[in-house]
């Protein structure tokens, strides 16, 4: 297996192209209002998340993600984060607020650090090169959802692809901790969460597909 290790700077962009506007991209996250975002189950903005040079901060306290207002079917979802040395990053999507936490609706896209693999999604597909992320340092990531089509996107290169409830998903569901939720990656349509400790989350855009 590949060792692909992230030392690309990215530069900090809060606006969108001429280009990606004709290409479809909206900002979600504009750098500097909360707008458009609230706490899992909650319709305010969690304290432990703040707004920082241009990005959504997570402090070091763990507390509730948060979850964007809109809901996304087939789409593409682009960002740039980075984690503090300790830290850790993930995002949900297609998620409901109706249970207990955003994993047990929404499949999770794992973006490094403390006790997660980069680009994996929980254990149930193995990522095709192991990812070794630099703290305190930016990266670009790339969700794209189609169907039932997933495909995980780091600094440019794509490391992971699969099918949501195809034969391999639902077998690696079934021998999961994720075996006992019931709705677990089957909804088409649903939220963006983005969660972790120490992680920073900036330039988040999307388009519909």
Same mark, same amino acid.
């Given at each position: 297996?590949?060792?692909?290790?992230?030392?690309?700077?990215?530069?900090?962009?809060?606006?969108?192209?001429?280009?990606?506007?004709?290409?479809?991209?909206?900002?979600?996250?504009?750098?500097?209002?909360?707008?458009?975002?609230?706490?899992?189950?909650?319709?305010?903005?969690?304290?432990?998340?703040?707004?920082?040079?241009?990005a959504l901060v997570c402090a070091e306290?763990?507390?509730?993600?948060?979850?964007?207002?809109?809901?996304?079917?087939?789409?593409?979802?682009? =960002?740039?984060?980075?984690?503090?040395? $300790?830290?850790?990053? @993930?995002?949900?999507?297609? %998620?409901?607020?109706? !249970? #207990?936490?955003?994993?047990?609706?929404?499949?999770?896209?794992?973006?490094?650090?403390?006790?997660?693999?980069?680009?994996?999604?929980?254990?149930?597909?193995?990522?095709?090169?192991?990812?070794?992320?630099?703290?305190?340092?930016?990266?670009?990531?790339?969700?794209?959802?189609?169907?039932?089509?997933?495909?995980?996107?780091?600094?440019?290169?794509?490391?992971?692809?699969?099918?949501?409830?195809?034969?391999?998903?639902?077998?690696?569901?079934?021998?999961?901790? =994720?075996?006992?939720?019931?709705?677990? $990656?089957?909804?088409? @349509?649903?939220?963006?969460? %983005?969660?972790?400790? !120490? #992680?920073?989350?900036?330039?988040?855009?999307?388009?519909?597909?």
């Amino acid at each position: 297996m590949g060792l692909l290790v992230l030392t690309v700077a990215v530069g900090q962009t809060t606006r969108l192209t001429a280009y990606e506007k004709a290409q479809g991209w909206r900002l979600l996250f504009d750098g500097f209002s909360r707008a458009g975002w609230h706490g899992y189950k909650s319709n305010k903005m969690p304290v432990n998340w703040r707004i920082e040079g241009e990005a959504l901060v997570c402090a070091e306290e763990p507390g509730p993600v948060v979850v964007s207002d809109e809901t996304f079917r087939d789409f593409e979802l682009s =960002f740039q984060w980075k984690i503090a040395a $300790g830290g850790r990053a @993930e995002i949900f999507f297609r %998620l409901s607020e109706d !249970g #207990a936490t955003p994993g047990e609706t929404g499949p999770v896209f794992q973006l490094g650090g403390e006790d997660l693999e980069c680009g994996g999604n929980g254990g149930l597909i193995k990522p095709w090169r192991e990812t070794k992320v630099a703290p305190e340092t930016w990266h670009q990531a790339k969700l794209t959802v189609y169907g039932n089509q997933v495909e995980h996107w780091i600094n440019g290169s794509q490391i992971a692809s699969y099918l949501l409830d195809g034969a391999e998903w639902r077998a690696a569901v079934a021998a999961s901790r =994720f075996a006992a939720a019931r709705d677990y $990656g089957r909804l088409p @349509e649903g939220a963006i969460a %983005l969660a972790g400790r !120490g #992680a920073s989350f900036r330039s988040i855009k999307a388009r519909s597909l």
